[in-house]
């Protein structure tokens, strides 16, 4: 497999993707303005369908109604047009962390999508030329954290007597913290929003390290608020950037509301449930992922990240709730309406990395709004809307004790009723994998060595191994739910870890060794414990466990099992000529789309394809070789006089997992005819 970053000092994405080995390198008003605002928002040309949002409704749902490309013609796909990008990271001074994670929008007539380096273009929909192009130059010199951006969002003003440009906008945040608005049809910055077409989002954040407050995500809109979080490096100190969310009018730039997750005073709804001196100096609980809006309830629903560190807790005593939680706040106040935690006291990066899914789920006979909510740990949790009740049953179970001086591990953690994506038993030696008896002798040695009790095993001086990893289950790249059928699909990874907890001395002598080639060292400043992580590898740089590493999963809600899981990947291009490709399962990032074709449309994974699956047996139906890593989630639409669909991905790479980088956004279509003709 391709060579992984090594990443030194300040540790990597808040999304746990700063993979930092090569993973087998060798295999052989809001409330009411809400509804008609947002759907004004993206009012079409006639000739135009679907994906005016990054999850392509405000639901996120990733599900189009789409059919023209279905099972009896997706064989015919081919190439419709290519855009090159021109931004391959040249001058930036972490060019080994750049992305291409962005996933269009299509609204008024055209398709807007976004750089890692935060360069907003403006394509035609049928051709693929560009009609706009900005570059809001940020510092390519600083050392971001992360450099990257998954999209875009769009807004329209519901007030028709509004002349001249700007009554249509699109909204981004930026790596060095700024939320811009530009003129959905030239691409210039809306002077009256903000200071001439911007604002500041570092004004009243604590920033300790310039690059590494940023925003990765495209902001929610419901009304006119504008609603942003942020994404903030792990692993530096406890006293990083705190994950205030706020929302700003989306005329003037103003700003309406702020809410900090972590508690700041005896009388915030978390204060109870943390040691408030400890508090104040605790960062992050960020809203990192994407957003997801109900705008009849007038709600934004918020996934959150771990306080900071990841990896030890004895600064941050306490459950820590409101971080790895889901929040529905109020799009009008931002005051909270309810919570549900699904971590506490997180000691395994697992933040809330997926988006909240929306939708309405049957229950005894009658429909409920419901919110769908995938974690890396594999587990699903499923929430009535407005109140936040579960719908399926969370049980508090007894977890492993921490054995680390001042740790206090949290002695319960929430388990789903709903069967998990991921496996939830042990790694035992037993399990050790490995292409001959003494790799395999080696990764049972290795197994043998960690403290390993299980999920929620607390990091340990000794070694822990966490499995899922810090990558997943499912991470950004979330979930569809196909409501017709009430059916979760999901991409899932399947790759234990491990964490150790060294002492600061051991951390300034092994990040300057070659001892620990696949490491990825963080200093923890302010705690006892700098952390040394990487995956559980053999010798050989293969897992230690065995395949698929990565998977598509179904899951039915209906009757709570688990329909089908295929393999997501193959080692082709990874191993050496001479040794054949197998459809293991691959490690991924990115996410799957579904359409009303029934069609499952995914890249995701190491080898570059992007795939088709069967929606209702998860047979693969067709595949095409990307010329770039395609970690991204695509979308779909239809336009053109002859109403014509698309599928459209970005794929550059996804520097720190070391895949192929380039600057592609690649549209796929049927040719003339196929769709009537299969």
Same mark, same amino acid.
């Given at each position: 497999?391709?060579?992984?970053?090594?990443?030194?000092?300040?540790?990597?994405?808040?999304?746990?993707?700063?993979?930092?080995?090569?993973?087998?390198?060798?295999?052989?008003?809001?409330?009411?303005?809400?509804?008609?605002?947002?759907?004004?928002?993206?009012?079409?040309?006639?000739?135009?369908?679907?994906?005016?949002?990054?999850?392509?409704?405000?639901?996120?749902?990733?599900?189009?109604? *789409?059919?023209?490309?279905?099972?009896?013609?997706?064989?015919?796909?081919?190439?419709?047009?290519?855009?090159?990008?021109?931004?391959?990271?040249?001058?930036?001074?972490?060019?080994?962390?750049?992305?291409?994670?962005?996933?269009?929008?299509?609204?008024?007539?055209?398709?807007?999508?976004?750089?890692?380096?935060?360069?907003?273009?403006?394509?035609?929909?049928? @051709?693929? /030329?560009?009609?706009?192009?900005?570059?809001?130059?940020?510092?390519?010199?600083?050392?971001?954290? $992360?450099?990257?951006?998954?999209?875009?969002?769009?807004? #329209?003003?519901?007030?028709?007597?509004?002349?001249?440009?700007?009554?249509?906008? +699109?909204?981004?945040?930026?790596? !060095?913290?700024?939320?811009?608005?530009?003129?959905? #049809?030239?691409?210039?910055?809306?002077?009256?929003?903000? =200071?001439?077409?911007?604002?500041?989002?570092?004004?009243? %954040?604590?920033?300790?390290?310039?690059?590494?407050?940023?925003?990765?995500?495209?902001?929610?809109?419901?009304?006119?608020?504008?609603?942003?979080?942020?994404?903030?490096?792990?692993?530096?100190?406890?006293?990083?950037?705190?994950? +205030?969310?706020?929302?700003?009018?989306?005329?003037?730039?103003?700003?309406?509301?702020?809410?900090? &997750?972590?508690?700041?005073?005896? @009388?915030?709804?978390?204060?109870?449930?943390?040691? *408030?001196?400890?508090?104040?100096?605790?960062?992050?609980?960020?809203?990192?992922?994407?957003?997801?809006?109900?705008?009849?309830?007038?709600?934004?629903? +918020?996934?959150?990240?771990?306080?900071?560190?990841?990896?030890?807790?004895?600064?941050?005593?306490?459950?820590?709730?409101?971080? =790895?939680?889901?929040?529905?706040?109020?799009?009008?106040?931002?005051?909270?309406?309810?919570?549900?935690?699904?971590?506490?006291?997180?000691?395994? =990066?697992?933040?809330?990395?997926?988006?909240? %899914?929306?939708?309405?789920?049957?229950?005894?006979?009658?429909?409920?709004?419901?919110?769908?909510?995938?974690?890396?740990?594999?587990?699903?949790?499923?929430?009535?809307?407005?109140?936040?009740?579960?719908?399926?049953?969370?049980?508090?179970?007894?977890?492993?004790?921490?054995?680390?001086?001042?740790?206090?591990?949290?002695?319960?953690?929430?388990? @789903?009723?709903?069967?998990?994506?991921?496996?939830?038993?042990?790694?035992?030696?037993?399990?050790?994998?490995?292409?001959?008896?003494?790799?395999?002798?080696?990764?049972?040695?290795?197994?043998?060595?960690?403290?390993?009790?299980?999920?929620?095993?607390?990091?340990?001086?000794?070694?822990?191994?966490?499995?899922?990893?810090?990558?997943?289950?499912?991470?950004?790249?979330?979930?569809?739910?196909?409501?017709?059928?009430?059916?979760?699909?999901?991409?899932?990874?399947?790759?234990?870890?491990?964490?150790?907890?060294?002492?600061?001395?051991?951390?300034?002598?092994?990040? /300057?060794?070659?001892?620990?080639?696949?490491? #990825?060292?963080? /200093?923890?400043?302010?705690?006892?414990?700098?952390?040394?992580?990487?995956?559980? *590898?053999?010798?050989?740089?293969?897992?230690?466990?065995?395949?698929?590493?990565?998977?598509?999963?179904?899951?039915?809600?209906?009757? @709570? /099992?688990? +329909?089908?899981?295929?393999?997501?990947?193959?080692?082709?291009?990874?191993?050496?000529?001479?040794?054949?490709?197998?459809?293991?399962?691959?490690?991924?990032?990115?996410?799957?789309?579904?359409?009303?074709? !029934?069609?499952?449309?995914?890249?995701?994974?190491?080898?570059?394809?992007?795939?088709?699956?069967?929606?209702?047996?998860?047979? $693969?139906?067709?595949?095409?070789? *990307? &010329?770039?890593?395609?970690?991204?989630?695509?979308?779909?639409?239809?336009?053109?006089?002859?109403?014509?669909?698309?599928?459209?991905?970005?794929?550059?790479?996804?520097?720190?997992?070391?895949?192929?980088?380039?600057?592609?956004?690649?549209?796929?279509?049927?040719?003339?005819?196929?769709?009537?003709?299969?």
């Amino acid at each position: 497999m391709p060579a992984m970053m090594r990443s030194r000092g300040v540790a990597g994405a808040c999304a746990g993707a700063t993979f930092p080995a090569r993973l087998a390198g060798r295999l052989c008003v809001v409330t009411v303005v809400c509804v008609a605002a947002s759907r004004a928002m993206l009012a079409q040309s006639p000739d135009a369908s679907d994906w005016g949002y990054y999850g392509g409704d405000a639901f996120g749902q990733r599900f189009s109604s *789409l059919g023209e490309i279905n099972r009896t013609n997706v064989s015919r796909l081919s190439v419709a047009w290519t855009y090159r990008t021109a931004e391959l990271g040249a001058g930036l001074t972490r060019a080994g962390k750049l992305t291409f994670e962005a996933t269009p929008v299509l609204a008024f007539g055209l398709l807007y999508l976004e750089t890692g380096t935060n360069i907003v273009i403006a394509l035609d929909p049928e @051709s693929g /030329r560009a009609r706009w192009r900005f570059d809001p130059r940020i510092d390519r010199a600083r050392r971001y954290a $992360e450099v990257s951006s998954r999209g875009v969002s769009v807004w #329209e003003s519901s007030d028709a007597r509004q002349p001249g440009p700007c009554r249509r906008r +699109v909204f981004t945040g930026t790596l !060095d913290a700024r939320l811009l608005a530009l003129d959905a #049809e030239t691409g210039r910055p809306c002077a009256d929003f903000g =200071d001439r077409g911007q604002v500041d989002l570092t004004r009243g %954040v604590r920033i300790r390290d310039p690059g590494a407050y940023l925003v990765t995500s495209p902001p929610a809109v419901c009304g006119n608020a504008v609603i942003v979080g942020s994404a903030i490096g792990d692993n530096r100190a406890t006293d990083v950037e705190r994950g +205030v969310i706020r929302a700003y009018d989306a005329q003037s730039g103003a700003q309406l509301w702020s809410f900090d &997750p972590l508690p700041d005073s005896p @009388s915030h709804p978390a204060a109870s449930e943390w040691n *408030l001196a400890q508090a104040a100096g605790t960062g992050a609980g960020n809203a990192w992922g994407v957003m997801s809006v109900d705008e009849e309830h007038g709600l934004v629903l +918020v996934p959150t990240g771990s306080a900071s560190p990841d990896f030890y807790g004895g600064m941050r005593l306490g459950a820590n709730r409101f971080a =790895d939680s889901l929040l529905a706040l109020d799009a009008r106040s931002g005051r909270l309406a309810w919570q549900q935690q699904l971590i506490h006291h997180d000691l395994w =990066d697992y933040d809330v990395a997926a988006q909240p %899914v929306l939708g309405d789920i049957e229950v005894q006979g009658v429909p409920v709004p419901a919110v769908i909510q995938a974690t890396k740990t594999g587990m699903l949790y499923v929430f009535e809307r407005t109140r936040g009740q579960p719908l399926f049953p969370i049980t508090e179970k007894p977890v492993p004790a921490s054995h680390v001086a001042g740790e206090q591990a949290w002695s319960t953690q929430p388990f @789903s009723s709903l069967p998990a994506l991921t496996s939830q038993r042990p790694v035992q030696p037993g399990d050790a994998w490995g292409l001959t008896f003494w790799d395999r002798g080696k990764c049972r040695d290795l197994i043998a060595s960690l403290r390993n009790e299980g999920i929620f095993t607390p990091p340990d001086t000794r070694g822990t191994l966490l499995s899922p990893g810090y990558l997943g289950g499912v991470n950004w790249g979330g979930i569809v739910f196909d409501e017709q059928r009430e059916r979760v699909i999901a991409a899932v990874n399947h790759l234990p870890m491990v964490v150790t907890l060294i002492s600061p001395q051991d951390f300034e002598r092994d990040v /300057r060794s070659d001892r620990f080639p696949h490491s #990825e060292f963080a /200093r923890q400043a302010g705690t006892p414990y700098a952390m040394r992580r990487e995956p559980l *590898l053999s010798p050989w740089d293969l897992p230690c466990t065995a395949p698929p590493w990565g998977t598509l999963v179904s899951l039915d809600l209906r009757h @709570s /099992r688990i +329909v089908w899981q295929v393999p997501l990947g193959s080692t082709e291009g990874l191993t050496p000529w001479f040794v054949p490709s197998r459809d293991f399962g691959m490690p991924n990032m990115g996410g799957p789309i579904a359409t009303d074709g !029934d069609l499952v449309f995914v890249a995701a994974a190491l080898d570059s394809y992007l795939r088709a699956f069967d929606i209702e047996t998860g047979r $693969e139906l067709w595949k095409y070789k *990307l &010329p770039a890593g395609g970690q991204a989630t695509p979308m779909t639409y239809r336009v053109g006089h002859n109403q014509r669909q698309y599928l459209v991905i970005s794929a550059g790479g996804h520097g720190p997992l070391g895949t192929p980088r380039g600057d592609y956004v690649i549209a796929f279509a049927l040719p003339p005819g196929a769709a009537a003709h299969p």
